[in-house]
């Protein structure tokens, strides 16, 4: 008898974070970063975090390209004339959302894709709102607010706003916040 032992060819191979970050870049193992951040190994805890940002890189430059809310609330910004600095703020969102991220793969149960990539919309939309002038942005979209609108409400419905799918429905979600 031999001492030779064979590995399972039904268990999944567990690649090492390393791997995983290089993969991720390239925009792939997506799913499986989530998983294994979700395992949550104590002792590879500094992975985690190099990870975990890697993932947040690529879910904030993934919305300008998947997230239909983000894209569509982008377009009604353009559209209003919102002059923002669009990629710096897209790199300021990448560490709350890498935060976003490892507070989610803390909690028990599954950390599905969607929640995370629309964390990272909101996150970007958190990052715009300080350069959005609200009065100027609500009277182009032709809505009055019979009250002031403070910086932390406007802030609160732009972020509501990312779930809208089409330009009216932005308005809809922008008029229900602020009124």
């Known amino acids: 008898m031999s001492d030779i032992v064979l590995p399972n060819p039904r268990l999944r191979r567990r690649r090492p974070n390393a791997e995983l970050v290089r993969s991720v870049q390239d925009g792939r193992r997506v799913g499986e970063s989530l998983v294994v951040l ?8 500094g992975d985690h975090r190099t990870l975990a940002g ?4 690529f879910l904030v430059r993934r919305c300008d390209e998947r997230h239909q809310g983000w894209l569509t609330l982008r377009q ?3 559209d209003a004339g919102a002059d923002v600095p669009w990629e710096k703020c ?3 969102a990448i560490d709350p959302t890498t935060e976003r991220i490892l507070a989610d793969v803390a909690t028990p149960g599954r950390t599905p894709l969607v929640r995370v990539q629309h964390a990272a919309a ?7 709102a300080p350069h959005l002038d609200a009065a100027q942005l609500l009277r182009r979209l032709k809505l009055e607010p019979r009250v002031p609108i403070d910086d932390e409400r406007f802030e609160q419905a732009l972020v509501a706003a990312v779930d809208a799918r089409s330009r009216e429905r932005v308005v809809k979600v922008l008029t229900a916040a602020l009124w």
């Open 54 to 57: 890697e993932l947040a890189r």
């Open 122 to 128: 909101q996150e970007r939309v958190r990052r715009i």
């Open 90 to 92: 897209a790199r300021q």
């Open 38 to 45: 979700s395992a949550g190994d104590e002792q590879a805890a």
């Open 76 to 78: 009604v910004l353009l």
